[in-house]
């Protein structure tokens, strides 16, 4: 997996984050984070993983979180022009992060009993009127 990186820049804040997997030898892979304040060197993590895919999934579950919480993702130079227009639109419209809207199911509707249908629970009144 090819590095990526983060910013976050609200208020006060100026943050960066990277991740990236790198083959540690036939035995397995390794992920990497760096993250710190922009303009520091900031600080560096690493976890072993024995598959890529593994590795990757694991990135892939921090990126999101990352997303989340309102980082944006640099555009790499090489990125195309549709991949600019996407990066811009993302900005601009943070929903789309969330992912498609959940569809809850409609509602049952409750049953009805047809009219003038007498519940054995009613008390019914007769008088001398009603004989």
């Not at 943050?15 to 922009?38: D, M, Q």
């Not at 560096?44 to 890529?52: G, M, N, Q, V």
């Amino acid at each position: 997996m090819k590095r990526r990186t983060f910013n976050y820049a609200k208020g006060n804040s100026d943050k960066f984050w990277s991740v990236w997997v790198e083959p540690t030898g036939p035995t397995g892979y390794r992920l990497f984070a760096h993250w710190g304040r922009n303009g520091t060197d900031g600080q560096r993590k690493s976890w072993f993983f024995a598959t890529r895919a593994e590795a990757t999934r694991e990135a892939l579950r921090k990126i999101a979180g990352k997303l989340k919480k309102g980082y944006l993702e640099d555009t790499p130079r090489e990125a195309t022009v549709v991949g600019s227009i996407a990066q811009t639109r993302w900005r601009k419209d943070k929903s789309a992060l969330a992912g498609p809207p959940s569809r809850k199911p409609k509602p049952k509707p409750k049953p009805t009993l047809p009219s003038g249908f007498i519940s054995p629970r009613r008390v019914l009144r007769v008088t001398k009127e009603d004989l």
